[in-house]
């Protein structure tokens, strides 16, 4: 199950409806071995492309590079779908590479909603998992 705040899921849409009607992606960071998203890292799609993302390598070295050095990792991997439902297509399963991050799709195709939904992408198996929204990560939070 992915547990993340509302704050971060706004976040994340915003960058997709913002990228629209290109596929947006991004990473969020989490302290490593906590599996608690807390860092939204937008990145741009260096595809520019309705239909496919890649991020840009110098400014994924970059990001992965100050995750090494702040001892974190990508919690979540995310991008948009801009015509289709919020699921992995054959490309985007070939190039799941973080076994442990969580992998989010949001789908941008309707205007009045985005569909927000995760999966566990390992060896190519794709499992859909249950998404929890919180206002924060505090023990006494409300959903």
Not at 10 to 39: K, L, N, W, Y
Not at 91 to 99: C, K, N, V
Request: glycine residues 2%; negative net charge.
């Amino acid at each position: 199950m992915l547990t993340i705040e509302r704050a971060i899921v706004d976040q994340i849409v915003a960058h997709a409806r913002a990228d629209h009607p290109d596929e947006a992606c991004g990473v969020v960071a989490g302290a490593a071995g906590s599996d608690r998203p807390t860092r939204f890292i937008a990145m741009a799609n260096a595809e520019r492309s309705p239909t496919f993302y890649r991020f840009d390598s110098m400014e994924q070295f970059k990001v992965w590079r100050e995750m090494d050095d702040r001892d974190e990792e990508p919690v979540v991997i995310y991008h948009s779908h801009t015509a289709t439902e919020a699921y992995p297509s054959r490309t985007d399963i070939s190039y799941a590479s973080e076994p442990n991050a969580h992998y989010v799709l949001v789908s941008t195709r309707a205007d009045d909603e985005a569909e927000f939904r995760s999966y566990r992408i390992v060896d190519g198996e794709v499992d859909e998992e249950e998404v929890r929204v919180v206002e924060s990560y505090e023990p006494d939070s409300v959903d």
